[in-house]
């Protein structure tokens, strides 16, 4: 049974740990759930600038908080917020004082100090060390900063930071979640620095701790092993740019401790706990001298001021010398009730690396399950004196209590073999999770598909070796990225495969010229002999890829539409650039950025038959994506071309082209902005409507508002899917809303933070929206009007669950690409989205329609549209 238990918490263990990029929910300042008394400051300039009107997008009293006098450089005036229970703070929003436009004060930058206790403060710093935020550039806008490294805290105060001596005023929203864990600082060795021979130095220290840093040990503070970030296979990668090798691991040498042979740890809470676990992310890189630690024992106090209790809860890790893959450990703690925690990790190897530790208790204290030596006797002479006083206890068998005796008995057996059994399915279903490692270097790409016995090999063209470089037989050893696929160990020749499926034989032979992955004996055309080659294609249309602003392109077009495009072939009107009023940066890409702006005179610049809705007085807002002037010249022919094809989209659910700015740089297009931003955020503030959300005013939808929305984005490509066009990236984040709540498909979400988490990074260079991407699409680079109507199938599931979750949650990247290799192989064992519980069955049913593992399978959009119109209440 402690088996049974153990390979269920190791199961599930990967998905404990709190996640930032889902950790952003408001925590009350607009809504006024976080009170009035709860928001104070260290000064104010009237009563009616008082600290609790710093709420954002609220204008009462004067519209802001502001400090008591002209702030200068020396000052530091403070916003205090008490957020009433410690909180993983991840995501802060700021405004000035806008007051009806009566106001114009605002911060252009701030700093934070936060506190666990409301006695000692830390100043919060970014990753590289910096504290100040970059703030507002007007009174009215509201200015979304991410927090890297995110802060567990219960106090923040925000510092307004001016150069000049100037009234600032500022409004405030906070983002985050509970920190339910109560985890309030550890204590361990400071991590040490690894020189290899061969590779890069890796310093795996711990750079965000902070608390204190005595006689090479950290105490009193929480760092990266707290920041939800978990650290790659491969230790010297990171999930942050910009950082060193080993970053994302804290990390110690076995003989620099000294023979004690293990690393001790401490770790205090907020409060007396009953512990049933703690799960440790550890690096197993055993071929660097790296592995999970080999046995942990770990001491428990029940309040700070006791000692430590005698009697430790010890666990020996099953070491793993075949897989490298790092992984949560799981130790299980009995349940033991405790306000401090001290546990030594002993080594197995010579280096041991952590990149999470977090623990599962309960707030509810039992008793300890440890018993005193006076419990133990007063037990045993209780049980000795009933057995002396009971009568005839050994005269003669009781028939009765020998049946139940054998019931029992019985019962254990079957529990026996049905336990038996879970474990034989927990290890086969973690058979087919066994991480392998896939790397794509800088001369090849190589995938590798699974089908029983056979094996298909899918590759880039070969690059001719560089001058000095060892000859062709030699491997490129410094990889771009690593993922995990599902691996046949044996190779064989992928034609065998290509005969089988004639389809994917020619999506291959097709990607050659496409620019997708293809097969070794087919890749010897030039970029110029493999752009105009007769070979099919994998799309339904020769494909021209657009870098424009993301680095990305939003559509996918017939090549004929956009040949040999010059400035001369822009039909949208050119607009005075300097009635663009720059309001707030949407978001930015590799190449440009995505802004908001007040275009002045826009309407009657674009006379009748305007595609701008009544403005009801308001001024028109525009977005306008704008290439960066140091683009490169592939960059500026696709922004060109991107304009052409934007021009010719006409349809009530497309974003549309209203004008340009390409007689000068930076290049600049105009689309229309919607009042009520993506659907993605739109939907997540929402609950379903019921009685409950009209009583107490909470922001909410119609279970028919969500079906018209369904129709709306399936009318909107039903348009794109008769021009050929394919969007590759359609989801609720690219689905924009107006104040009418009518949607319109654009392509920003890749160009903002807000939404970094939901694309696959290659190492900068492209990013992928693997989640909502087809089979074919990940590991054929195979796009199609059937791929969309993958995306929309996940689309569809993100509406009907109000976006509170990701797709594919409880998987990682390298599990969802795992999975589609699944869907490849077609054997049962692929995992689909489950059912949301607001969706009716027959649209699930679509869903799962849109889903299909074969092509022709899958509905069209005019199909989809045909089916979900009729559910809409006209």
Not at 368 to 386: D, F, G, L, V
Request: hydrophobic share 35%; with cysteine.
């Amino acid at each position: 049974m402690h088996l049974f238990l153990l390979l269920i918490l190791q199961a599930t263990a990967a998905f404990g740990q709190i996640d930032p990029a889902h950790c952003r929910y408001a925590l009350g300042m607009e809504d006024g759930r976080i009170k009035d008394a709860d928001i104070t400051a260290s000064s104010q300039w009237y009563e009616t600038t008082g600290p609790q009107y710093a709420r954002l997008n609220r204008e009462e009293g004067d519209g802001a908080w502001c400090p008591k006098e002209q702030q200068d450089s020396s000052d530091s005036q403070y916003l205090q917020v008490n957020l009433g229970k410690l909180t993983f703070l991840t995501v802060v929003g700021t405004q000035g004082r806008y007051a009806r436009n009566s106001g114009n004060e605002f911060a252009r930058a701030y700093s934070l100090n936060y506190s666990r206790d409301g006695v000692l403060w830390r100043a919060w710093k970014n990753r590289l060390g910096n504290t100040v935020i970059e703030a507002n550039k007007n009174a009215y806008a509201s200015v979304i900063n991410d927090l890297h490294p995110p802060i567990i805290t219960r106090y923040v105060r925000l510092i307004p930071i001016t150069r000049l001596s100037t009234a600032v005023c500022m409004r405030v929203e906070l983002y985050g979640c509970p920190w339910d864990e109560g985890l309030i600082s550890y204590s361990a060795p400071e991590g040490q620095v690894m020189m290899p021979p061969s590779s890069p130095i890796a310093n795996l220290n711990d750079s965000t701790y902070d608390g204190t840093r005595e006689r090479r040990r950290l105490f009193g503070g929480m760092g990266q092993l707290t920041d939800g970030v978990i650290g790659q296979d491969n230790f010297l990668r990171t999930r942050q740019y910009h950082v060193w090798p080993g970053y994302d691991y804290l990390g110690w040498r076995n003989d620099s401790l000294g023979t004690l042979g293990y690393v001790e740890m401490e770790f205090v809470f907020d409060h007396q706990r009953n512990f049933t676990s703690m799960k440790v992310h550890s690096n197993n890189m055993f071929s660097s001298g790296v592995k999970i630690f080999s046995s942990v024992s770990c001491l428990f106090k029940p309040h700070l001021n006791a000692d430590w209790e005698t009697e430790p809860v010890a666990f020996k890790t099953v070491l793993d010398d075949r897989n490298p893959s790092a992984r949560y450990v799981t130790v299980p703690l009995n349940r033991r009730a405790a306000r401090s925690l001290r546990c030594q990790f002993h080594f197995a190897d010579v280096w041991m690396m952590f990149s999470e530790i977090s623990f599962q208790s309960e707030d509810t204290i039992l008793p300890t399950q440890m018993t005193s030596p006076t419990a133990s006797e007063e037990s045993t002479t209780m049980i000795t004196t009933k057995t002396a006083t009971s009568p005839s206890a050994t005269d003669q068998p009781d028939v009765e209590n020998t049946a139940i005796l054998i019931g029992c008995l019985v019962t254990i057996i079957l529990l026996l073999v049905i336990i038996i059994f879970l474990i034989l399915w927990c290890q086969y279903v973690c058979k087919v999770l066994e991480k392998a490692p896939r790397q794509i270097l800088d001369e090849e790409v190589t995938v590798r598909l699974s089908s029983c016995s056979d094996t298909i090999i899918l590759q880039t063209p070969p690059v001719p070796p560089r001058s000095g470089h060892a000859s062709a037989g030699s491997t490129n050893t410094d990889p771009h990225y690593e993922r995990v696929f599902l691996l046949d160990p044996q190779y064989q020749n992928p034609a065998v495969l290509r005969n089988k499926l004639p389809e994917l034989s020619q999506s291959a032979e097709a990607s050659a010229c496409g620019g997708g992955y293809a097969e070794p004996d087919i890749t010897q055309c030039t970029p110029h002999q493999c752009f105009h080659s007769n070979a099919p294609h994998y799309a339904e249309t020769d494909i021209v890829r657009l870098q424009g602003v993301t680095g990305s392109n939003m559509y996918a077009v017939p090549a004929l539409t956009v040949d040999s495009l010059t400035r001369k072939d822009i039909s949208a009107a050119e607009f005075p650039r300097q009635q663009l009023i720059f309001r707030e940066k949407l978001g930015e890409g590799q190449f440009g950025e995505v802004h908001l702006c007040e275009a002045e005179g826009l309407p009657e610049f674009l006379g009748e038959g305007s595609p701008l809705p009544d403005r009801d007085g308001h001024s028109v807002l525009v977005a306008v994506k704008q290439l960066r002037a140091d683009a490169t010249s592939q960059a500026r022919n696709d922004f060109l071309k991107e304009i052409k094809i934007m021009s010719r989209l006409n349809d009530p659910n497309i974003i549309r082209l209203l004008c340009v700015c390409v007689s000068s740089d930076p290049l600049c297009m105009v689309t229309e902005y919607m009042e009520n931003g993506d659907l993605n955020m739109f939907l997540s503030q929402r609950e379903i409507e019921s009685t409950l959300t009209h009583a107490n005013n909470i922001p909410s939808v119609s279970l028919s508002d969500l079906l018209h929305m369904s129709v709306q984005i399936s009318s909107g490509m039903k348009y794109l899917a008769s021009l050929n066009f394919v969007h590759r990236d359609l989801a609720t984040r690219n689905c924009l809303l107006d104040r009418r709540l009518t949607i319109k498909i654009a392509d920003f979400g890749m160009s903002r933070n807000l939404y970094s988490s939901d694309y696959y990074r290659i190492q900068g260079r492209a990013v992928l929206p693997i989640r909502w991407m087809a089979w074919e699409s990940i590991l054929l680079g195979k796009f199609t009007t059937a791929s969309d109507v993958w995306a929309f199938g996940v689309t569809l599931w993100e509406i009907f669950t109000l976006c509170k979750e990701q797709p594919y949650s409880l998987l990682s990247d390298e599990q969802v690409i795992e999975n589609t290799g699944e869907f490849f192989r077609n054997q049962g064992r692929q995992i689909f989205l489950y059912a949301p519980p607001l969706c009716p069955p027959s649209l699930f049913e679509l869903m799962m329609r849109c889903w299909r593992r074969d092509i022709p399978d899958r509905p069209s959009f005019e199909g989809l549209y045909q089916a979900l119109r009729p559910h809409v209440n006209q």
